[in-house]
C-alpha cells in the first residue's frame, strides 16, 4: 500500500488517532469488562487483559507524543526553529520518554526482559559510532534504539522502511531528527549516497545505525538472497551466506558507504536472539505473555582497526555477520551477562 502525503498524515491520521485515544479512554470500562469475560477462554494467564492493557498504553502515549510534538512545533516559532540543537535535544528527550515507558510497561506486563552482553557504556563516550545490527525479529530496531538513547545516551541516526510513518507520531518525530526513510526493498541507486549524507560529520554523541540485510530474516529472505549473489556471479559470497542459518546475507554498499563518509568513527556490531520466532500477528498471540529474555551482543571496535580497502571491507563485513550467525546459533538460550531495566 501507497504511502500517503504528508499532509493526509498529518491533518487526517494524526488527529484521528488522537480522537480514538479518547473513545478508547471514554469506553474502557467497557473494554476490560470484555477482556476478563474472554480471559478464561484463552490460553495463558489473562492474555486478553495484557493485550489490552498494552495496546490501550501504546495508543495513549501515541496520542502524548503527538500532543508533545505539536507543543515543540509552536515553541519553535511554528517550525522556524526546528533544527537549532536546543529543539533537537528535546526531541530526542521526547525519543527518550517514549521508548523507555513502552520497554517498562512490555517488561512488566508481557514479562519482556533484556540482557546485554558487551562493553560497559562508559567505553563509548565521546566517540561517534557506526551501528551495525543484526535485524530478525519485531522489536530488534525498538530495543536497539532504546539502548542507544536511554541506555548509552546516545542521538541516533537511522535508515528506515518509509512504511514506518504510517505510526502518525514517530512519523512526525522522526522526521524531524536526521533520519532517513527508504522505500521497501530498498532505495535504488541512491541508497548509497542518502546513507554516506546522514553518516557524515557525526559528533562526539551520535551514533549511525544500519540493519546491513535490509530487512528482517525470513527462510524465503535469506535463500532469496543466497540466489541474487549466485545470479551476479559472486559465488564465493553465496557459499558462505549459505553456512550462515540464522542471519540474511549483508548488502555491503550501505556500509562501506557509511564507513567512507565517517572514516574517524568507532564500529560497533550487535547480535541478538530471544524474539527470532515471533514474526506474524499470530505468532506473538500464541506466544503471550511473551516471559522471555532477549539477550544482545555487543562489539566495539576501535576506528584504527577497521580496514580502508573497499574489498577488505566487504570481507570485514562477512567475517563479523559469521560470528554474529555463531554467536546466534550458541545463544538463542543462553543468558546474558547483564541486565539492563
Do not use: K
Request: charged share 20%.
Amino acid at each position: 500500500m501507497n504511502l500517503p502525503p504528508r499532509w493526509v498524515r498529518r491533518l487526517i491520521l494524526a488527529p484521528a488517532v488522537v480522537l480514538a485515544t479518547a473513545v478508547v479512554l471514554t469506553t474502557l470500562p467497557v473494554w476490560l469488562l470484555l477482556g476478563a469475560a474472554l480471559s478464561p477462554f484463552l490460553p495463558g494467564r489473562l492474555r486478553a487483559l495484557r493485550v489490552l492493557w498494552v495496546a490501550v498504553t501504546a495508543l495513549v502515549m501515541e496520542s502524548a507524543v503527538l500532543c508533545a510534538l505539536l507543543a515543540l512545533w509552536i515553541a519553535a516559532g511554528f517550525g522556524l526553529a526546528l533544527r537549532t540543537p536546543l529543539l533537537q535535544y528535546l526531541h530526542y528527550q521526547l525519543v527518550g520518554w517514549y521508548l523507555r515507558t513502552l520497554y517498562r510497561e512490555a517488561g512488566r506486563v508481557l514479562r519482556l526482559r533484556v540482557q546485554i552482553e558487551g562493553p560497559d557504556p562508559d567505553e563509548y563516550l565521546d566517540r561517534p559510532l557506526l551501528v551495525f545490527c543484526r535485524h530478525a525479529g519485531p522489536g530488534d530496531s525498538f530495543l536497539l534504539v532504546h539502548a542507544l538513547v536511554n541506555w548509552y545516551a546516545r542521538e541516533p541516526r537511522i535508515i528506515l522502511t518509509e512504511r514506518l510513518q504510517w505510526d502518525p507520531a514517530l512519523d512526525v518525530m522522526l522526521n524531524r531528527l536526521p533520519n532517513r526513510f527508504i522505500p521497501a526493498g530498498g532505495g535504488g541507486t541512491h541508497l548509497e549516497r542518502r546513507i554516506a549524507d546522514l553518516a557524515t560529520a557525526l559528533d562526539h554523541n551520535d551514533a549511525f545505525v544500519i540493519f546491513p540485510e535490509g530487512g528482517n530474516f525470513t527462510e524465503r529472505r535469506r535463500t532469496a538472497g543466497i540466489a541474487r549473489l549466485r545470479a551476479r556471479g559472486l559465488e564465493d559470497m553465496a557459499r558462505r551466506s549459505e553456512a550462515m542459518r540464522h542471519v540474511l546475507a549483508p548488502r555491503p554498499g550501505g556500509v562501506t558507504a557509511a564507513l567512507a563518509a565517517a572514516p574517524d568513527a568507532d564500529i560497533v556490531w550487535v547480535a541478538h536472539a530471544g524474539l527470532d520466532h515471533l514474526f506474524t500477528v499470530a505468532d506473538i498471540w500464541r506466544a503471550l505473555p511473551l516471559d522471555t529474555t532477549v539477550h544482545m551482543r555487543w562489539w566495539r571496535v576501535p576506528a584504527g582497526e577497521v580496514p580502508r580497502d573497499e574489498a577488505d571491507q566487504v570481507n570485514w563485513l562477512y567475517q563479523w555477520w559469521e560470528r554474529i550467525d555463531q554467536w546466534v546459533d550458541t545463544n538463542q538460550r543462553a543468558p546474558g551477562n547483564h541486565e539492563r531495566g
